[in-house]
């Protein structure tokens, strides 16, 4: 597996990580414990150097897997999980705390959860308007020269709250979700990574599981799988959208690939100093997402790629009302 670096950062990591939030959290009921240690290790032993987890997933389930999985590699890897909501006594979410003396307390927890005596990369997980993005990198600065961190990143956040977080403490990724169907980060947000040398980790970049070919307008989701109040997963939005996928299907077949590969292909294609962190519960799909970092686009691939999406609107919000007034703030 090859490696990247994080924008200017000393922050080297597989081209292609592992989002391990599907794991406990999200899409449907949680995975069995011992089956998602074996899968996480087994990513180590293909390569992959770079986990995803945050303390919402569960909440804080997830990074109990993830420690325990990853304790045996700990020199070999790196961790990335995130703060920013508060949470009830059943775990409930609550909204947003991003208060200095909160992004402390989740830290030493998360180091416990974790097994970890620093976490490689701590972010923002969406942006907190009652608190000043100032605030928060000044107060990630200090668990940095603590010792307790040892990178800062921002999720979801819009380029005027990058760079303001940047001048305070030097921001080495932003995570926001980028994909064949979600391209908005190319208009504000990738120039200004480019700019200010912060690199870039891509979640849902197969687009939560729809550019792989294997989800349609029948496809029936658990009755706890988030993708139920997605107003892009509705069954004609699907319907609507599978032109998309027809499109990739089409190069995958001329490249001997799968929609998933070329999709993870196009996006490793983009830049350089991105790393997309795409996730699953199944050996099979992660053998086939590592796949994709062998699989070279030429530029007629490429050119082929935009010519044939450009033709397509993608149908449907990315994210239900609630949660789409949390992102690109």
């Not at 053998?287 to 993608?314: C, F, M, P, W």
């Amino acid at each position: 597996m090859q490696k990247r670096k994080l924008g200017k950062s000393n922050l080297e990591v597989s081209a292609i990580g592992l989002g391990c939030m599907g794991m406990s959290f999200g899409y449907g009921p949680a995975g069995d414990k011992q089956e998602m240690t074996a899968l996480i290790r087994s990513a180590v032993e293909r390569g992959v150097t770079f986990f995803d987890t945050a303390e919402a997933y569960g909440p804080f389930t997830n990074e109990e897997v993830v420690g325990e999985a990853l304790a045996p590699f700990r020199n070999q890897v790196a961790i990335a999980t995130k703060f920013g909501f508060k949470f009830g006594p059943k775990g409930e979410q609550l909204g947003l705390d991003s208060r200095p003396e909160h992004i402390k307390q989740v830290a030493e927890a998360s180091l416990k959860r974790l097994k970890i005596e620093a976490i490689d990369l701590f972010y923002q997980h969406r942006v907190d308007l009652e608190v000043p993005i100032e605030e928060v990198a000044g107060a990630v600065k200090d668990l940095m020269q603590q010792g307790k961190v040892k990178h800062f990143g921002l999720s979801e956040a819009g380029a005027k709250t990058i760079r303001r977080a940047h001048a305070v403490q030097p921001v080495t990724a932003l995570q926001s979700e980028y994909s064949l169907w979600w391209r908005q980060p190319e208009e504000e947000v990738l120039p200004t990574l480019e700019e200010l040398g912060i690199g870039f980790v891509p979640f849902s970049p197969l687009g939560k599981g729809f550019l792989t070919g294997k989800i349609d307008a029948n496809t029936q989701f658990h009755s706890t799988d988030f993708r139920n109040v997605v107003p892009r997963f509705t069954p004609e939005a699907r319907k609507a959208n599978q032109a998309l996928v027809d499109s990739l299907c089409t190069i995958a077949a001329q490249k001997q690939a799968t929609p998933a590969q070329i999709a993870l292909a196009w996006l490793l294609a983009q830049k350089p100093w991105l790393a997309p962190i795409p996730g699953t519960r199944k050996l099979e799909r992660l053998e086939e997402n590592l796949g994709a970092a062998a699989i070279h686009l030429t530029a007629d691939d490429l050119r082929q790629i935009e010519s044939a999406t450009a033709k397509i609107t993608v149908q449907g919000a990315r994210y239900p009302a609630h949660l789409e007034k949390l992102v690109g703030r």
